[in-house]
Structures are given as structure tokens and as C-alpha cells.
């Protein structure tokens, strides 16, 4: 390997999200050293996943499968449909394997200032999907953000027009507050106010 081909993988881990370009370059030299074990297992790995890895055309998920593994799985309630920004949180919250529901990515959220309208986003896709899956409930799991909540008030207003037509869907929103184990010392303002706005009887 030339050291022109090290600096030019250096700069495409340098890419990766979480990776800058200190990082890479020890995620190189760590690569080049584990060339048997570790490389060339990634570069079959990418290669495949490259090859094969697509959206879902329900819900907008990664995998190998149409529809993904999710949708095609009868035990999941499609009447409960979670409404997330993005994959990556699809895949925290599965994590948790506390929801049975099934899930719907907006691939963003709406944002003036990135010029990002409802058209750009999978949001005519899902008010289709509530009508066509005879939905109870749409949960909108956006992220606590001023264009993530934006963006939930748009999808509840558009939903609410629905059920002024006849289709009367339940539209409920994550919970922010104090976080499982966590000691108010340390929380920001805004996850306290929410907490306090959002408290619960006992």
C-alpha cells in the first residue's frame, strides 16, 4: 500500500461521523496492522452492505429485505406507528424493545433555515400510511429540538385535519424530562422545565 492510498483511506474514515482526522489515522494504523482479521473482513463487509442494504419502501428502514424485517413481522401492531427523524433513531429505540408497534423515518425535519419543506420530507407517505394501516395512534418520537418539535406540531396539525374528516387517531409525543437514574444536579434548564411540565401523578 503506497502512502498515497493510506492518506486517501486516512480521508475517507475521516468522513465517518464520531471519527475526525486524528482518530482515522489511528483507525488506519489499525486496520493496516489487522489486514487478515480485521481489514479485509470490512471491505467484504462494506462491499455487501453497499450492494444489498436498501430503504424500506413502508417505512423507510435499513435492510437487506422490502419490506424490512419490522414491517413483514406479524407480531407488530401497524395500527402503532412511531414517527422518528431518522434510522439511527429507529435503531435506539428498538433497542429498548419496549415498543410493538411498527415505525415510519421522515428522513429529516422541516427546517427554514435549510430551505427543508413537508415535500422533502416522508410525511405525505405517512398520512397515507395512517388511513391505509387504519391507525389508532401515531406517536412522534422527534427529537427535542426546535425543528424536531416544528416538525411533530406539523404532523399533529396535519393529522388532526384528518380526524376532522372521520379518522379519529390518537397523536401522543415521547416523554422529556429526567432520564432514568439521573440526579437533577447535573441536568440542563430545559430537560427540568420539561420535567416539571410533564409531571405525572404518583
Given at each position: 500500500m503506497t502512502v498515497s492510498e493510506i492518506e486517501?483511506?486516512?480521508?475517507?474514515?475521516?468522513?465517518?461521523?464520531?471519527?475526525?482526522?486524528?482518530?482515522?489515522?489511528?483507525?488506519?494504523l489499525t486496520l493496516i496492522k489487522r489486514r487478515e482479521s480485521l481489514m479485509l473482513p470490512l471491505a467484504t463487509a462494506l462491499t455487501e452492505a453497499a450492494r444489498s442494504v436498501r430503504a424500506c419502501s413502508t417505512c423507510g428502514n435499513l435492510d437487506t429485505q422490502d419490506p424490512?424485517?419490522?414491517?413483514?413481522?406479524?407480531r407488530r401492531d401497524g395500527r402503532l406507528i412511531c414517527v422518528v427523524e431518522d434510522v439511527a433513531d429507529l435503531w435506539a429505540?428498538?433497542?429498548?424493545?419496549?415498543?410493538?408497534?411498527?415505525y415510519?423515518?421522515?428522513?429529516?425535519?422541516l427546517s427554514a433555515l435549510d430551505g427543508t419543506g413537508p415535500e422533502d420530507l416522508r410525511i405525505p407517505q405517512l398520512l397515507t400510511r395512517v388511513v391505509d394501516s387504519g391507525a389508532v395512534e401515531v406517536i412522534l418520537a422527534t427529537n427535542a429540538t426546535v425543528d424536531g418539535q416544528t416538525t411533530a406540531h406539523y404532523i399533529a396539525d396535519r393529522l388532526a385535519e384528518r380526524g376532522s374528516t372521520g379518522q379519529d387517531v390518537k397523536v401522543s409525543a415521547l416523554a422529556h424530562g429526567v432520564p432514568v437514574g439521573g440526579e437533577l444536579d447535573y441536568l440542563d434548564d430545559g430537560t427540568l422545565s420539561a420535567a416539571l411540565r410533564d409531571r405525572r401523578s404518583v
Open positions: 486517501r483511506l486516512i480521508l475517507l474514515l475521516a468522513k465517518v461521523p464520531g471519527l475526525g482526522p486524528r482518530s482515522a489515522r489511528r483507525a488506519a424490512c424485517i419490522i414491517c413483514a413481522d406479524p429505540l428498538e433497542r429498548a424493545a419496549a415498543f410493538p408497534g411498527r415510519h423515518v421522515l428522513g429529516g425535519v
